[in-house]
């Protein structure tokens, strides 16, 4: 009887010490993945909610940008780390959705890896066009291209902006060849340049960049008007029915993370999220915050992967 003694008090120390686990951390500065290269949504919005955080996290946060192969090399790296609460991720729909369906040899799962901590939000994509293309509507762009040789968009293999770029193409019949890219930084000098004749990209990387002047942004492909975006019409709206392609960002720990701390990080970010200089800012990038509950997001994860696999069947897009 006395090991079972034993046992009940070493359970009991457990309970009683878990919630202090989460009270006393983090000890250490907090590694922060964003699985593209620098200068892109998940960069911004990455730098935006830590710069809040690092008020709530005072060991500090370390941004670490992994780019490469559609955002897998680092989310697998984020999986692969281990599980104490001091590497976290921002994730999108492609690297811990559909990536899964494109890749069936995908070094981590989507799903199994992680553990969801908040569903930071949804960004739908802007049709961003050079501004050197006499086109103004999404109409006016596919009469254009079609009077053309063939033309070139830009996109990251396998993301939701190859989607709706292939969308788009199927649907009005277009000859246009995807020229791939790590990300949205690294495409846009060319759509500038006039090298690439349309690419869906972000909100949050599209308005600042067409409110510049630098590109023309035609249509955007929420279902509704996003409210950071409201005088840009919606792809429906253009002519386009049920062309509804919106993808969103959310914050990931390394399956196994204990749950008092998960729930510390979930609350701690979905708080960072509507602060209200927060709230400015993602006015401003086209960015239409949620916040959820870690048991929420993964419901509306998994939910997702079924929607995604209907798209990328539809489309036909391939990952080579």
Excluded at 12 to 20: R, S
Excluded at 144 to 163: E, F, N, P, R
Aim: hydrophobic fraction near 40%; charged fraction near 20%.
């Amino acid at each position: 009887m006395l090991w079972i003694r034993g046992l009940i008090a070493i359970l009991g120390l457990v309970a009683v010490t878990t919630p202090v686990l989460a009270q006393d951390y983090p000890s250490r500065p907090i590694r922060w993945v964003v699985p593209f290269p620098p200068g892109g949504p998940t960069d911004t919005l990455s730098r935006i909610l830590a710069a809040k955080l690092g008020d709530v996290w005072k060991p500090g946060i370390v941004i670490e940008n992994k780019g490469g192969a559609a955002g897998a090399i680092g989310t697998e790296f984020a999986a692969k780390s281990a599980p104490d609460g001091y590497t976290i991720q921002l994730g999108t729909q492609s690297t811990n959705g559909s990536n899964k369906i494109f890749y069936p040899n995908l070094p981590y799962d989507p799903i199994t890896d992680f553990e969801p901590l908040t569903l930071l939000g949804t960004a739908c994509m802007a049709l961003v066009i050079p501004t050197s293309i006499p086109a103004n509507t999404a109409h006016e762009l596919v009469e254009w291209i079609k009077k053309q040789d063939g033309v070139s968009y830009a996109a990251a293999t396998g993301s939701s902006q190859h989607i709706a770029a292939e969308l788009m193409v199927k649907r009005a019949g277009l000859k246009a060849t995807l020229v791939p890219y790590r990300g949205s930084a690294q495409a846009q000098p060319d759509l500038i340049a006039g090298r690439l004749a349309f690419m869906f990209d972000n909100l949050p990387s599209a308005l600042p960049q067409a409110r510049a002047g630098r590109v023309k942004a035609l249509a955007q492909t929420c279902k509704t008007r996003s409210p950071s975006a409201a005088d840009l019409p919606t792809m429906v709206e253009a002519g386009f029915a049920d062309f509804v392609v919106d993808g969103w960002y959310g914050m990931f720990a390394p399956a196994k993370t204990p749950k008092p701390i998960v729930d510390k990080l979930s609350a701690d970010i979905n708080k960072a999220l509507k602060d209200p200089d927060s709230l400015e800012k993602w006015k401003t990038l086209g960015f239409d915050p949620i916040g959820s509950t870690p048991a929420e997001f993964a419901r509306i994860q998994k939910d997702d992967l079924a929607y995604w696999k209907k798209m990328i069947e539809y489309t036909g897009v391939k990952v080579e």
